[in-house]
């Protein structure tokens, strides 16, 4: 950490940078649609919102005095209002040149229907995988439009796996439906467990030794067995709970900086948790709720609305197996079709009725994404109840069916603040997508060797949009900056460096309208590597990141 004067010292050196040749050299990032920052201590709440009448057709031409917003039962004061009206149109990222690299999306109509579908083995029974798997393509082949932007992800025992970018070609994401692989759900696999322990349980009482030794291994074992039976079955809900929500948050971050209402088809047996109940997620000593906060801060601020499509359907919670004189009920994961529904409406989407028929959840969304209102007002989040705030939007005096989401969460201050930074830091190296919520772009600025490794410089540039000021508190800013050599074997070098303090009102100015430039280098064996760099606005926990394959080796020392 950079004591004061260093600070000092290199934001002089950072805002000279910003005025004199980052607004005008072709290294600055391109311009990305705003993201919205911390205005003193509130938040920009957004809420994008669906009205129709009851047949189902849009409702046009309304104005920010036909709508009510309502936070926790209390009026809020509309800030911001705006009607979209999306188009069709390719969605990719933005290659890198001679400037360097970025996590920027480029989308090529202004408002642009995006749609994420993905397909969750980790959840769904082996079964109805393969359903899904063939509703898929069925999909694919008779309802997808050439000119409608999809993408196709994953998420399995092994995390989020990302099977295809956007695509407008049917036939490129045909060939991705075909490559994903089904696996025994957690549900089944919690299963094979206890009949793991059942046949033990049997062995042992087939060698007891006369009717008193037997009755009493028997017992003794039936305890055993049934604190077994928990144990694995907790273990398997908490490894299925982190690794839907991990994924769940990589989802939105990595399509944060796309303006706009998303959509997510979320292909699933069921969610392995209480949607929206923090309490469920204490697993004896692993404590998951800063995860759920994370994950639903991200939905929330990428404004993704999650459409369910229930691969399971109705079945009974549990069942009953008769196991040596008595019943053993085996406890299923929260699963049920009103915890999807739920889902659904937090996010202001809405659970598709239409039972492994993809294609009818697909026109659904359609419809909702084609035209919709954004709604924005804002809140105080740093002060009142944490947790999750209930939200209605209304028009009153009209006969309209109005969809958007019911809540929002806050996450209190994180007890550990270093440790939230660390955490956030993880997710972002091994999350399979890059983050787009603050806007960066890298570049080489020189190659070194130094013994037996080589010495690799680069440069962040990292925009305005991207980074928080507080200027309640002195105009603090908190940036953490992170650089990694990943290859298949591991880490093979890093760097993280931080920069924080308080800003004086010129600098202030000149970081919020130019951004920031910040120079490091990373040390690393010859080899071909991914370096994946990353940056973390501390305030607003936000983090934008940018991977770039290279051979260390052959990385060009740009000239001047």
Known sequence: MLGRAGLTTLLLSLTWLASSSLAQSKEAPPSPTPIPKFVSRSSLVLIPTVVTDHSGAHIA???????????????????????????????????????????????????????????????????????????????????????????LMTISSNGLRLMNDFTTDPQVLAAAVKKVRGQPSAAERSEADRADLDQAMEFQQRIGRGPTSQNQIADNLEGFTSGAYDRFEQMQQQQAAETTLRALREIAE??????????????????????????????????????????????????????????????????????????VRYRRFVDSVSNLENFAKMTGGRLCE????????????????????????????????TGWRKLEVTVPGKKVDVHARTSYHVRPKPPDP??????????AILSPTDFSSVPILVRW????????????????????????????NNNRMSLAFGAFAKTSKGIAGDFVKELEGNLAADMAQQIGVHGVVYDGAISVPPGKYTVRFIVRDNLSGRVGTVSVPVGAAQIPVPKG
């Not at 360097?100 to 082996?126: C, H, M």
Request: overall charge negative; hydrophobic content about 35%; some cysteine.
């Open 354 to 385: 239409f039972k492994l028929n993809l294609s009818g959840c697909y026109n659904e969304t359609q419809k909702d994404a084609s035209e919709y209102y954004v709604i924005g007002y804002y809140a105080d989040t740093a002060k009142g109840k």
């Open 445 to 472: 600025t020189g190659r070194a060797v130094e013994g037996d490794k080589i010495k690799l410089s680069f440069r962040f540039n990292v925009a305005a949009a991207g980074i928080t000021i507080d200027s309640e």
């Open 418 to 427: 270093k440790k939230s930074e660390r955490e956030d830091m993880d997710t």
């Open 61 to 151: 031409g309304l104005t920010k005095d036909d709508f009510g917003v309502l936070e926790n039962g209390h009026t809020q004061k509309i800030a911001v209002f705006e009607e979209v009206k999306t188009e069709p149109g390719k969605i990719r990222r933005v290659e890198p040149t001679d400037a360097g690299f970025t996590n920027a999306v480029a989308p090529e109509a202004k408002s642009q229907r995006l749609t994420l579908i993905v397909l969750d083995t980790l959840n769904t029974r082996f079964q109805d995988q393969v359903r899904a798997r063939r509703e898929l393509l069925k999909f694919v082949d008779e309802t997808l439009q050439p000119n409608e932007p999809v993408a």
């Open 254 to 327: 990595s399509f944060s900086g796309v303006p706009g209402r998303k959509t997510l088809i979320w292909a699933t047996g069921g969610a392995p948790f209480v949607a929206d109940d923090p309490s469920s997620f204490s697993f004896r000593n692993v404590d998951l709720l800063p995860l759920y906060e994370a994950a639903w801060n991200a939905l929330n601020e990428s404004q993704v609305s999650v459409y369910p499509l229930d691969m399971g359907g109705l079945f009974n919670p549990g069942f009953v197996s008769p196991r040596f004189g008595r019943a």
